[in-house]
């Protein structure tokens, strides 16, 4: 499995921004279809966005589409996400993952998780 690292997470204000970025050590992550999740406090985990290897092909879950968008940068070897208009319903820890394709399955291999959390 490859080994994910999450990192950008922290307190923002509502209507704020973060960026949130996935890294892999050891291997590229250009090899993979890579999602976000993410799990608030007592609730399950949630998908969040997928990119395709190619970066060509994303999906995302209704609640964070057109403020939220995933993308790959093939050259430094990470996945991000672009969290803009944040509200309080997007504190959670999110994390990265590989998935099938874009779909909101992943393989299993997760990272330790970066908190976001948005304050009213």
């Known amino acids: 499995q490859v080994q994910l690292v999450e990192s950008g997470g922290g307190l923002v204000q509502a209507g704020g921004s973060l960026r949130l970025s996935c890294a892999a050590s050891g291997r590229s992550l250009n090899n993979y279809d890579m999602g976000w999740f993410r799990q608030a406090p007592g609730k399950e985990r949630e998908f969040v966005a997928a990119?395709?290897?190619?970066?060509?092909?994303?999906s995302y879950a209704d609640s964070v589409k057109g403020r939220f968008t995933i993308s790959r940068d093939i050259a430094k070897n990470t996945v991000s996400l672009q969290m803009k208009s944040l509200n309080p319903e997007d504190t959670a820890v999110y994390y990265c993952t590989t998935t099938f394709g874009v779909s909101r399955i992943s393989k299993g291999s997760w990272g330790q998780g970066t908190q976001v959390t948005v304050s009213s």
């Open positions: 990119i395709g290897r190619n970066g060509a092909i994303t």
